[in-house]
């Protein structure tokens, strides 16, 4: 699929833009603080509801404004979407997909498949349990709407569950209601652990070989989903069988913590790169092309489920990685459309042979003349 034109009014720095992409490789070079991070994270508005790097919506109206628009036409195999979002201070989000005004904001999930690559996420390795989380959490999304659903309600439950405890503290009378919040949890939690299991496994095996390609074979790169709830992800009953087994038995333990301690919200992936850890043991460049790997696969993944191709967005990347690692990525550049940022005039000979489009973005304005 492909982003063939986005409509910017009062969005973080951009007044009103007007832009029409190319369907393949879109390159836009800037000074610092111009505005191109602003305009992916609009392109990733469209596809999540949400930004990639805030979780305050009204951030990215422009500070003299009350309200922002986004839209953005959407082209792509058997897809023609035309996306709107208009945020307002004090108001709800409002989503349009053709006219038509979305019920529930997940809906929007899977309309615009996006894959963002960025220096942030080296965050995936360095930091803790939560990013890595983030990271599949959003993915998975994309591909199974479904899932954020099953997610949203895990949490919500999760949240009383742990008011509850806190309570029953003083009040250990409440012992029937933590008995229907695990009920909810195991249905909610199992799936959210089964579609994770899946997603992480086929991750890592596409993950596995692009990062074997890319370092010659001198690397071997390997995810694995850990969770606390169980060690085998092949059967949902038995995955709520164990939940509820260690819910029940830990359960004086999370009254006196006032916290629940088993579930999917404690889950995390292990990222080894040659048996070692990557977090503890790994150079900024091997962390950072491992974390490009699982990019790429994610592309392979979206393709997979979807039959499109995901848009490729890439912020301010390619100049740190070294020649043959741009090389490589610059290949997959050929198969779907990427809008690419950067701060440098970038050696446009390495894009010799790909259909591609040159802006430049000062002060929240793009001219498509760079070239
Ligand atoms: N809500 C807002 N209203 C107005 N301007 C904003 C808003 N949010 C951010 N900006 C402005 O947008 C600019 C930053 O844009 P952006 O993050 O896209 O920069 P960039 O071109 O990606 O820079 P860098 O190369 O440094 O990453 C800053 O000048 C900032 O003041």
């Known amino acids: ?135 599949i959490d959003r993915e998975i999304s994309q591909i199974k709407p479904v899932y954020r659903y099953n997610l949203n309600r895990y949490n919500k439950i999760l949240f009383q569950r742990n008011n509850l405890l806190k309570n029953m503290r003083m009040n250990k009378k409440n012992k029937h209601l933590i008995d229907i919040f695990n009920m909810q949890m195991v249905k909610s939690g199992s799936k959210v652990i089964i579609d994770r299991a899946r997603f992480v496994e086929n991750l890592a095996l596409s993950s596995r070989k692009i990062h074997r390609d890319i370092t010659y074979g001198k690397e071997e790169l390997l995810l694995k989903y850990r969770t606390n709830v169980v060690e085998r992800f092949d059967d949902i009953l038995y995955i709520e069988k164990k939940f ?46 491992a974390v490009l790997s699982m990019k790429l696969a994610e592309v392979d993944i979206i393709k997979e489920e979807k039959e499109d191709f995901p848009v490729l967005l890439l912020d301010d990347v390619l100049s740190e990685l070294d020649k043959d690692r741009r090389k490589y990525l610059i290949h997959t550049f050929r198969d779907l459309q990427t809008i690419i940022t950067s701060t440098d005039i970038i050696d446009l000979g390495e894009f010799d042979s790909l259909e591609k489009k040159i802006f430049c973005i000062e002060n929240g304005n793009v001219n498509s003349n760079a070239n």
């Not at 087994?245 to 301690?261: A, C, F, P, R, V």
């Open 1 to 135: 699929m492909y982003v063939d034109s986005v409509r910017l009014i009062n969005f973080r720095n951009y007044m009103d833009l007007n832009l029409e992409l190319n369907k393949k490789v879109n390159i836009f070079i800037g000074k610092n603080a111009q505005g191109k991070t602003n305009l992916l994270e609009s392109i990733y508005l469209c596809s999540a509801g949400k930004s990639f790097r805030t979780n305050v919506d009204k951030d990215m109206i422009n500070i003299k404004k009350n309200q922002c628009y986004v839209g953005a036409k959407v082209f792509g195999n058997h897809i023609d979407k035309f996306i709107e979002i208009k945020l307002e201070r004090n108001k709800p989000k409002r989503i349009k997909i053709n006219k038509l005004e979305l019920e529930k904001n997940r809906d929007l999930y899977g309309g615009l498949n996006v894959v963002v690559f960025s220096p942030e996420d080296l965050r995936i390795i360095k930091d803790g349990p939560s990013e890595r989380r983030n990271f």
């Open 244 to 289: 509820m087994e260690k819910l029940e038995k830990d359960i004086n333990n999370d009254i006196l913590k006032g916290t629940t301690k088993i579930g999917p919200h404690r889950d995390d992936i292990d990222i080894f790169i040659n048996n070692m850890d990557s977090k503890t043991f790994a150079s900024q460049g091997q962390q950072r092309t």
